[in-house]
């Protein structure tokens, strides 16, 4: 066996020529996707309005282990994949511990983070279909920059809500969306009838993901020749987002590598779903075992603290009812969080996994967070995103303890973007503006006496 | 020989195990520094108090062609390194041109830019020689970021003086120099004497890169234990910048490719000087011939409209002095000027290759760079910064030409680094607000005035 280099990097001809889909080797599949008006599963026909066509398909297909992927989505692929599965020998060596540290690393492209690797998909499909455009949300804007950049790959037309205080907060990231062509309103806005009646229910609103949702499912729904894409909690998010897992087994399969801990940031779940499918679908077969750990901010913990139940996407109420780990649709992060994952719902895949003890979840607080971000940038060189860095708090948290039991495991995280367009949060935690306050019972009930009756 | 992939990517193990002094090569030697009172070359005693001793014998150096890369060095270059050469087959195809394009892309670390690796060099050095720690000024902030990644590294102290109007504009970049642990002031400022002495003269000025050099200078020659140290301009940082060249052709090479034309952009010339190094030496050596182009913003043309004279390198005028292409040290570019490359001078090496008719030299208008950074993001994805595009501009240009002329030259440039903290800049083109106005020959006249007389 050679010398593990810094980088494990594959080549372009190892990118997987298939995604895999955890779904069909689950017992439990995720429960379906349910009509809020019938309370009966949605069919492909009822979500055609709102998806493209090929995208319901990949949605709704839980026995299908593989789905071959495009060769023109492969050919964007490889402008910048794979990406490197980094050994962290210097965090390891700050530590003293006898761990061996991994970070698959997604922030090298310049939506910078791994949201682009669904972007690309979901845009090749709705052009493959004739569609004009796309509409979507964003709120921390990694999802708006990718659904961006690919909208401008395929030549379709962008339009993204993006939650009203990022928009004001994060002039930048704004600017690169339209950079790459797309239009990018405050949500709410007056666009919609969703946005007015928010608007006039709470004038002052500094506007929510779930809300964002709303406004462009509406607006996809009353344009001719447009669908809702999103960037998380869906199926077929996780599915693209295999590519992420596959590539890091298949990197470690190169040294004979077996990692003993896979650690994730948990919003949605992209992320973590991508990352851990193939390790937990031989987790589900019975071929290995390892311990998957999902993190989630302490200030949104929908996994640790969530009810496992059917509830909306979005505030408007407007989309289907996904049953899923969730704080309800009415919760809303505290305005001091900082560190994104501010979803209230789960996906619903891996909150069936979840809840079939196949998964760990840690809530952590955010100033914890912040510090190990920039411990991690100071040794390992890469500003992490604040999301990110809550894979990289449990992951140092679990190296500490090798230390202290003396064990060397092998830890793989998912360092899943870069915190470049996040100095404002950065900024307030040098100046010690970041609390770790969490909700208290009290606010969580009000988003779980909001949640749908169904059965 | 294989199909080209979208990234060259050559293998740790690959990376130049020496940098390549081009200067070894040159019959016409870059003239020496200059004592600024004396009139005489600087010697390395005279040096000493200023710049590490190390760096000062690889600055004076101008016969050894290769300098071994310390195995510490080398162990982080390989944290982001090498650097991937990337075929723009996008771009060619958008284009319709018969040119095969090519980009050395250096903008895959957190500094954003080529800049690390000098910086890792430099901060090496300093920490080898025992010092404390070690003050540079920085501009758009990429050198500033890159060094304070390095100092990060080897647990030096990192004070950065950092051009007003960028630490104002730049609040972000200012902060991510803050989570590496640097101590970054606003310049000038109170700190020195020589930021006293600019603020009672021009109040409201808003600084200039020559005077941050200054007021660097001055703190390093005044702080036991620290030096200072400069991230472009110097011969010791094109040596260290080789590794972009050497990694260039050994990529090339890999597949046969032979290019005819390269282009880099050049401010103070670090990045150029690094590209071209190994291509030059075999255009000195005779043993092949290549088109070099450099491009500069048309409102600080040093090559194509400055002067080939001795100056000071500083607004303070407390440097040596060097010889180069220059504008003067008192010249600074219209506040309009968005596209970097501010500095007034250039490499003093490149400077004497421009002289000896060995490259070419272009100018553009800062909207027409702008144009090529968008087009090229749609296209290619990357974001650029604006340094990086002035280079993009003319290699579009160079691959249109060849539309029209039927030609299949290959064509290779360097993409510097990323535009990420420039946003505000692609504001105001989004918004029509930057302007392609150009100094008069009066205005150039006045900086051309103050030059230092020299023999």
Chains 1, 2 share one sequence.
Request: hydrophobic content about 35%; some cysteine.
């Amino acid at each position: 066996m050679n010398e593990i280099p810094y980088k494990i990097l594959l080549s372009e001809s190892e990118i997987p020529r298939a995604w895999y889909n955890l779904r069909a080797d689950m017992k439990n599949k995720p429960a379906p996707l349910m009509n809020p008006a019938t309370h009966r599963p949605m069919t492909a026909e009822e979500l055609a309005p709102v998806f493209c066509e090929e995208l319901i398909a990949q949605e709704l297909d839980d026995t299908t282990p593989y789905i071959e992927i495009p060769d023109e989505i492969l050919g964007y692929y490889k402008m910048y994949r794979p990406s490197p599965l980094m050994r962290a020998y210097r965090l390891e060596e700050a530590l003293q511990t006898p761990a061996k540290i991994y970070y698959k690393f997604e922030g090298n492209n310049t939506s910078g983070s791994h949201k682009l690797n669904s972007a690309i998909a979901q845009a090749y499909y709705a052009k493959k279909q004739g569609l004009k455009g796309v509409t979507t949300e964003t709120g921390a804007g990694q999802w708006g920059t990718a659904l961006s950049m690919a909208c401008s790959y395929f030549d379709l037309d962008c339009k993204v809500y993006m939650v009203k205080v990022s928009y004001e907060q994060k002039p930048f990231r704004r600017e690169v969306m339209r950079t790459y062509g797309a239009a990018v309103t405050p949500s709410p806005s007056e666009d919609t009838a969703v946005g007015r009646k928010i608007l006039a229910e709470h004038p002052g609103t500094t506007g929510s993901l779930g809300c964002a949702i709303s406004e462009a499912v509406e607006v996809s729904t009353s344009n001719p020749g447009y669908r809702y894409v999103l960037g998380s909690v869906l199926n077929q998010v996780l599915l693209h987002q295999s590519i992420i897992g596959l590539e890091t087994k298949a990197a470690l399969d190169k040294y004979g590598i077996r990692p003993d801990i896979l650690i994730g940031c948990a919003g949605g779940g992209s992320n973590l779903g991508g990352l851990i499918s193939p390790f937990m679908g031989e987790k589900l077969r019975g071929e290995a075992d390892y311990r998957i750990i999902a993190v989630e901010p302490a200030s949104c913990p929908s996994f640790t603290r969530g009810r496992f139940a059917y509830d909306f996407c979005d505030t408007g109420m407007i989309c289907p009812l996904a049953k899923m780990y969730t704080l309800g649709a009415g919760f809303i992060p505290a305005p001091n969080h900082a560190g994104g994952l501010r979803f209230h719902g789960m996906s619903p895949t891996l909150s069936q996994l979840y809840h079939d003890g196949l998964m760990e979840a840690r809530a952590v607080p955010q100033n914890a967070v912040f510090e190990a971000a920039e411990q991690f940038a100071r040794i390992e060189g890469i500003l992490p995103a604040p999301e990110s860095s809550h894979a990289i708090r449990v992951a140092i948290d679990e190296a500490v303890r090798c230390r202290e039991t003396g064990e060397a495991k092998t830890i793989v995280f998912g360092l899943t973007g870069t915190g470049y367009f996040d100095m404002t949060a950065f900024e307030k935690f040098h100046a010690g503006l970041l609390d770790d306050s969490i909700p208290t019972d009290a606010d969580l009930q009000i988003g779980f006496d909001q949640l749908p009756k169904v059965e």
